[in-house]
């Protein structure tokens, strides 16, 4: 997926700026190699252009970004992009939000605290 000795690039799709700060601290806690943000998108287009246009590693979902279709995004990048990383951030594991992530490919579904592990999880997979 990605050169371990690199951070993971990540793209941020989130509702406003107060969820990308607080994605971005979640995501300084990641061990090494580490991640970096390489945008923070507020729309699902803009996030799309920025994936295809930076190729990410990862695009880090905040499932409030469409409140009536949480993910929404995931089908429609795993469709466009079907070797793209997700990990949906959800209000709740068990939540409708999480369950529809789940369904439409998302690679790790989990609550903001879990961001870190989730990461992780991706580096030992690679």
Request: aromatic share 4%; with cysteine.
């Amino acid at each position: 997926m990605y050169d371990d000795k690199e951070p993971l690039r990540v793209l941020l799709l989130a509702p406003d700026p107060a969820a990308v700060e607080r994605a971005g601290r979640q995501l300084a806690r990641v061990g090494a190699p580490g991640a970096v943000v390489v945008d923070a998108c507020f729309s699902e287009s803009r996030a799309l252009q920025q994936y295809f246009k930076l190729r990410p590693d990862v695009v880090v979902l905040d499932c409030r970004v469409v409140p009536e279709e949480p993910a929404r995004f995931v089908g429609l990048l795993k469709r466009m992009a079907p070797g793209s990383c997700v990990v949906a951030v959800v209000p709740s594991p068990e939540s409708p939000a999480a369950g529809a992530a789940r369904r439409l490919g998302a690679d790790h579904v989990g609550c903001l605290e879990a961001l870190p592990a989730m990461i992780d999880a991706l580096v030992l997979a690679s």
